[in-house]
């Protein structure tokens, strides 16, 4: 490629443009050559592919933000599903440790009337059988202690559900596998056209069963 004298290139142009100055022309005629031409047309032709190269190259780099955007706000929405669930773990194992230590503190009221009550029962018994005496007064100072505890209540109820969950899991995909479905739902959609058989049965025992899962939720957070 030839090496181009920009400057001298550029005097030469302007001088040329203004040739009723008295400038020779023919010396702008010399300095422009086919093979300057064609060095500038190589060089602007190097530039332009420049450019879209680095066109594409921002473009790529704009999709690798864009997805890095997208997977940082996953990750954000993660930790904070996380910290919710930390907190309220937190907040749940909390008050089970309160009510848990209220039950471990609860005694009957001594000298109240559940305790006349339970002295009386023993009374009662002690010189026949004293056994049945005491354990109709442990009756009656168990039943006198009397502790809500609803975080443990609740606690409870969704453990059990979760286990309810675990087995309509499970029998939900054995109807399915049994009678060849998809899954589930297809084999509900399926019996209007079966009624009587057994995929009717085994569906609505299923659907007893969720049910029956709510229905511990629900007893539990009364």
């Known amino acids: 490629m030839s090496k181009i004298n920009y400057q001298a290139l550029r005097e030469a142009a302007e001088q040329a443009m203004h040739d009723d100055w008295g400038f020779d022309t023919d010396l702008f005629h010399e300095l422009v050559t086919p093979s300057i031409v064609q ?3 190589d060089e602007r032709e190097a530039k332009s592919k420049l450019l879209a190269e680095l066109d594409a190259n921002l473009s790529e780099l704009e999709a690798v933000l864009s997805a890095m955007g997208e997977e940082l706000q996953k990750a954000t929405e993660s930790i904070e599903r996380a910290d919710a669930a930390a907190t309220l773990a ?8 309160a009510e848990n230590a209220i039950l471990k503190t609860a005694l009957p009221q001594p000298f109240g ?9 023993y009374e009662k018994h002690q010189d026949e059988v004293p056994e049945a005496g005491m354990l ?11 502790v ?3 975080a443990t209540d609740a606690f409870l109820a969704e453990v059990r559900a979760q286990g309810g969950d675990a087995a309509i ?14 899954d589930f739902k297809a084999a509900q959609s399926d019996c209007c056209m079966f009624p009587g ?26």
């Not at 058989?197 to 709510?214: I, N, P, Q």
């Open 169 to 182: 899991e499970a029998a939900k995909n054995l109807v399915a596998q049994e009678y060849e479905y998809k």
């Open 113 to 121: 009337p559940e305790m006349m009550k339970a002295l009386d029962a």
């Open 148 to 150: 809500e505890t609803p």
């Open 90 to 97: 937190h907040e749940t194992f909390s008050a089970l440790a």
């Open 197 to 222: 058989s057994d995929l009717v049965g085994k569906v609505e025992m299923t659907e007893w069963l969720v049910d029956f899962a709510a229905e511990l939720r629900k007893g539990g957070n009364q």
């Open 39 to 41: 060095a500038l047309l």
């Open 136 to 146: 109709n007064a442990f009756f009656i100072l168990r039943d006198s202690i009397c």
